[in-house]
C-alpha cells in the first residue's frame, strides 16, 4: 500500500522494518560464526541473508542513493563468490560510464553559455571566476602539503615489494610546463569533445559565451534560448540514466573485487591507508572549517551530495558524478550561473583529492625505489604537479599518466608506479569522492561569498513554491 505520493505507507514500511533487521542481524551472526569455525560453506549462506536484508531496507526507501549502496554490497559479494561474472559484468558499468560520458560536452556548453553570456553582469563572472581561481589554488596547495605530510610521516614507501605486474603498463612522456599550458586549449573543439579534454571544452565555451555576449540582443537571444533548452534536456537526459545507476555501480565493483580480490588489501596496506587517513584529514581539517567559515547548511549539503558521491566512489569517475551534482547543487539552493561556472571550472582545477594523491604517489615512489628527497627537492616536485595536474579529466587512472609523466620528468624508476598499479582503484575511490565533494562545496562557498546563497528559510520557502 502506498499513499498519493507514491511512497510506502507507514503500515508497509513497519512491516518491512522487521524482516529487514532479523534478516541482517541473522545473517551477521550466521557469518560470523562461519568464520569462527572455518565453515565457507556457511559464511556464503550467513552474507547472501544479510544482503537479502539490505535490498528489502533499499525496497523499503525507496531512495535512488540506497539502491546505489546496496548495489555496491550486491556487487563485492558478486564479485568475490564469483570472480568471473563480476569481471563479465565490466560491461554493464561501461555501458553506465559511456551514458554518463555523453551527457558532460553538451551540459557544460549549454550551462557555461547560459551562465556567462545570459548573466546581466559580466564583471560579476570575471570577480566570480578570480574568486573561484583563488580558492581553488588554496584548496589544492593545502591538499598537496597534507599528502607530503602523510607519506612522510607513514613513510609506506620504505621496504615495499611491488606485486606483479597483471596489466598492461601505463605509457607517458614526459610533460613540460609549456605542454601542459599549451593542450589546455583547444585546436579543434570537435576533438576535444570526442577525446574527453575537460579543460578544453570548458575554455572554449567561455571564449564562445564572452563572444555571445558582445553581439546584438537579436542575434544573441536565439543562441541563448537554444542553450537553455539544451541544459534542460541534458539535465532530464541525466534523471533518465540515472535510473540505471544501481545496475552499473554494482556491476562496477563486482569487476573490481572479481579483477583484484578482496586480499588485494594485504599488498601496500600501509600506502593505501595513508592515503584514506590523509583523505580523512583533508576533509576533517580543510572541507569542513571551509564549510562551517561559508555557513554551509551540513545536513541538508550531506544529503545532496550523498548520491553523486556515491556514484563517483563506485566508478571511479568524477565525471560520472558531474551531472547529478550540478543538478543537486541547484536544489540545494545555488543559482544555475554559479554551478555553470563553478562546477566545471573545478573539475580541471580543483580536484582536491588526486591532486592530494599526486603528491603522496610521487614521494611512495622515489621512497620505494631507495632515493632519497630533500625536502626542497619534495616541495619542487608538488608544485610541479599543481601545473601538471590541471586539465585532469575526471576519469579512471588518469592521475597513473600524470604520475608517470612526473617519475619521467625528475628520474624515478616506474617499478613503484606498476605496484601502486595493483591497489589504484581502491585508491581512486576515495579520491575521487573527495573531487565530488570538494567541488560541490566549492559551488557553495562561491556562492556564499557572491551573496547569492539563500538562507534556510529562503530555500524553505523557495521550495513550498515550486
Aim: charged content about 10%.
Amino acid at each position: 500500500m502506498t499513499n498519493p505520493t507514491g511512497t510506502p505507507s507507514p503500515l508497509r514500511a513497519s512491516r518491512l522494518g522487521v524482516p529487514t533487521v532479523l534478516l541482517l542481524a541473522i545473517g551477521a551472526l550466521v557469518a560470523a560464526v562461519a568464520w569462527l569455525v572455518h565453515q565457507p560453506t556457511l559464511g556464503f549462506i550467513g552474507r547472501w541473508v544479510g544482503l537479502a536484508g539490505l535490498v528489502l531496507y533499499a525496497w523499503r526507501r525507496r531512495s535512488l542513493t540506497a539502491w546505489i549502496l546496496v548495489s555496491m554490497a550486491l556487487g563485492a559479494e558478486i564479485g568475490h563468490d564469483w570472480p568471473a561474472i563480476g569481471r563479465s559484468a565490466r560491461l554493464l558499468s561501461q555501458i553506465f560510464l559511456r551514458l554518463i560520458k555523453t551527457i558532460i560536452a553538451p551540459l557544460l556548453f549549454a550551462t557555461l553559455v547560459v551562465g556567462i553570456a545570459g548573466h546581466s553582469n559580466l564583471r560579476q563572472v570575471g570577480r566570480m571566476g578570480l574568486k573561484a581561481i583563488l580558492y581553488f589554488e588554496a584548496v589544492t596547495t593545502v591538499a598537496l602539503l597534507i599528502g607530503l605530510a602523510a607519506i612522510n610521516l607513514s613513510r609506506a614507501g620504505v621496504g615495499v615489494t611491488p606485486p606483479v605486474a597483471t596489466e598492461t603498463p601505463v605509457t607517458a612522456k614526459p610533460q613540460t610546463a609549456t605542454e601542459a599550458i599549451l593542450n589546455a586549449f583547444p585546436e579543434n573543439v570537435a576533438k576535444a569533445v570526442a577525446e574527453g579534454h575537460v579543460l578544453q571544452i570548458v575554455i572554449f565555451s567561455i571564449v564562445f559565451a564572452i563572444a555571445l555576449a558582445l553581439v546584438t540582443e537579436s542575434k544573441r537571444q536565439p543562441v541563448l534560448v537554444f542553450c537553455e533548452g539544451l541544459a534542460e534536456v541534458m539535465f532530464k537526459f541525466t534523471k533518465l540514466v540515472m535510473y540505471v545507476a544501481p545496475v552499473g555501480v554494482g556491476a562496477a565493483i563486482a569487476y573490481t573485487v572479481g579483477h583484484m580480490g578482496l586480499g588485494i588489501l594485504v599488498n601496500l596496506f600501509k600506502l593505501l591507508a595513508t592515503l584514506y587517513v590523509a583523505l580523512v584529514a583533508f576533509l576533517v581539517l580543510v572541507l569542513l572549517p571551509v564549510a562551517l567559515i561559508a555557513r554551509v547548511p551540513l545536513r541538508r549539503f550531506g544529503r545532496a551530495i550523498a548520491e553523486p558521491v556515491s556514484i563517483a566512489f563506485a566508478t571511479t569517475s568524477s565525471e560520472a558524478a558531474l551531472p547529478l551534482a550540478m543538478q543537486r547543487m541547484e536544489q540545494l539552493g545555488v543559482p544555475r550561473q554559479i554551478v555553470a561556472f563553478v562546477m566545471p571550472t573545478g573539475y580541471s582545477f580543483n580536484l582536491d583529492g588526486s591532486t592530494l594523491y599526486l603528491s603522496l604517489a610521487t614521494i611512495f615512489v622515489a621512497q620505494a625505489a631507495g632515493i632519497h628527497l630533500s625536502f626542497a627537492q619534495q616541495l619542487g616536485i608538488v608544485f610541479t604537479l599543481m601545473l601538471t595536474s590541471k586539465g585532469v579529466a575526471g576519469v579512471p587512472r588518469a592521475t597513473l599518466v600524470i604520475l608517470l609523466g612526473t617519475a619521467a620528468s625528475f628520474g624515478l624508476p616506474e617499478w613503484p608506479i606498476l605496484a601502486i598499479l595493483g591497489i589504484d582503484e581502491l585508491m581512486d575511490m576515495a579520491r575521487t569522492s573527495v573531487n565530488v565533494v570538494g567541488n560541490c562545496l566549492a559551488t557553495v562557498v562561491i556562492a556564499r561569498w557572491e551573496g547569492e546563497f539563500p538562507t534556510s528559510a529562503e530555500h524553505a520557502r523557495s521550495a513550498s513554491m515550486r
